[in-house]
């Protein structure tokens, strides 16, 4: 059985920036080990902190090339354009067309407290723009056209999932739009 319970859309926990990581010791080590199993049970390849319920800024994830474990990341340069279908663990078993940027440069903290930048590309880029938007409190749902967004909301609240998914899964009213 997983550690952990994956926190689904509705879930105010999703909606909220998580905070720095300050202390990589132990404790960590083992938030991240029993995040790895839970994705893995899942089964997905990325996995964020919030997810689990916990407000930190880190996130675990597998495309295939054993897993690893991200603190504080950050992405800081973006480029090209690559539209995938793409889903959520807290949204499961749904999945939309959502455009991103092709290729990221990210930086950020391993384990064992060592400074990383990771240039990726098409499937990790979008892994870690989606991991980096759960640490932000951003839901795949903000990535939507609005149309598209209200169609998949009455399907979540016509599929049960997760508590008040209809409240929660609204975008924030932050000024910003995504466009996408």
């Known amino acids: ?24 010791d132990g404790r960590l080590a083992k938030l991240a080990d029993d995040m790895i199993v839970t994705m893995y049970e899942a089964p997905g390849v990325g996995l964020a902190a919030p997810q689990v319920g916990v407000e930190k800024r880190l996130f675990v994830y597998d495309i295939g090339e054993g897993p690893r474990t991200l603190v504080n990341p950050t992405i800081i340069e973006t480029a090209g354009e690559w539209a995938f279908d793409e889903g959520c663990l807290s949204v499961p078993g749904l999945s939309w ?16 407290g060592n400074d990383v930048a990771i240039e990726a590309d098409e499937i990790l880029a979008r892994c870690f723009q989606h991991e980096i938007d759960h640490l932000d409190g951003v839901l795949l749902l903000e990535r939507l056209d609005s149309d598209t967004r209200k169609v998949a909301l009455k399907t979540i609240r016509e599929l049960g999932i997760g508590p008040s998914a209809l409240a929660d899964a609204e975008p924030k009213r932050t000024g910003l739009s995504f466009g996408r």
């Open 1 to 24: 059985m997983a550690p952990y319970a994956i926190r689904m859309v509705g879930d105010p926990v999703l909606r909220q920036r998580a905070a720095e990581v300050t202390t990589i």
């Open 97 to 112: 067309e959502i455009v991103r940027p092709k290729q990221v440069l990210l930086t950020g903290i391993d384990l064992d």
